[in-house]
T-cell receptor
Framework: NAGVMQNPRHLVRRRGQEARLRCSPM?????VYWYRQLPEEGLKFMVY????????ESGMPKERFSAEFPKEGPSILRIQQVVRGDSAAYFC?????????????FGPGTRLTVL | RKEVEQDPGPFNVPEGATVAFNCTYS??????FFWYRQDCRKEPKLLMS???SGNEDGRFTAQLNRASQYISLLIRDSKLSDSATYLC??????????????FGRGTQLTVWP
């Protein structure tokens, strides 16, 4: 059973470009979470999605950031008009059940560098 | 105030030592508690869940004190492979925040031979 897959693993963008980060949850998991880890900081929750629904997006900046988890295909975290402060590791996690009662399984992360 | 606070360390201990990490959390509604381990530039991986009754997994023992909102992790007989950053994690507690996890900044452990 493959784990959580994220791609790309490394992404370099210039200021003002768009970044698209993809996450495929573990097989059988319908709950997806995105977290951001800034250098020397802890992981910060961004958004929680279930298939075709955003459950909690209160941790995500209201401007330039959006997330989706379509019926088919991976979850996408999209960052428009990137700025240097967006440089971070973005981790996706998935779980088979709702909520934070159970283990969330993390992908290897996408390291975004904004030049 | 941060949701989860940990002593960042670093802790540098010899093989075989016993080391303890502590953390506190601010949300009294939190219902699930975990210790995750993160190796350098890798993803976090669950080490163990933490229960009010305390729980043990081999050399690792976790304790939870809900009254003081305090969580601990004890590692006995440290191994070189225990070198990592240990993350104290709690869930959001209620309603729409239930699904989110709050992470401490982590406590860095280095075990030397």
């Amino acid at each position: 059973n493959a784990g959580v897959m994220q791609n790309p693993r490394h992404l370099v963008r210039r200021r003002g470009q768009e970044a698209r980060l993809r996450c495929s949850p573990m097989k059988g998991h319908s709950h997806v979470y995105w977290y951001r880890q800034l250098p020397e900081e802890g992981l910060k929750f961004m958004v929680y999605l279930q298939k075709e629904n955003i459950i909690d997006e209160s941790g995500m900046p209201k401007e330039r950031f959006s997330a989706e988890f379509p019926k088919e295909g991976p979850s996408i975290l999209r960052i428009q008009q990137v700025v240097r402060g967006d440089s971070a590791a973005y981790f996706c996690a998935s779980s088979p059940l709702a909520g934070g009662f159970n283990e969330q399984f993390f992908g290897p992360g996408t390291r975004l560098t904004v030049l | 105030r941060k949701e989860v606070e940990q002593d960042p360390g670093p802790f540098n201990v010899p093989e075989g030592a016993t080391v303890a990490f502590n953390c506190t959390y601010s949300n009294s509604a939190s219902q699930s508690f975990f210790w995750y381990r993160q190796d350098c530039r890798k993803e976090p991986k669950l080490l163990m869940s933490v229960y009010s009754s305390g729980n043990e997994d081999g050399r690792f023992t976790a304790q939870l004190n809900r009254a003081s909102q305090y969580i601990s992790l004890l590692i006995r007989d440290s191994k070189l492979s225990d070198s990592a950053t240990y993350l104290c994690v709690v869930n959001g507690g209620r309603g729409s925040t239930l699904g989110r996890l709050y992470f401490g900044r982590g406590t860095q452990l280095t075990v030397w031979p």
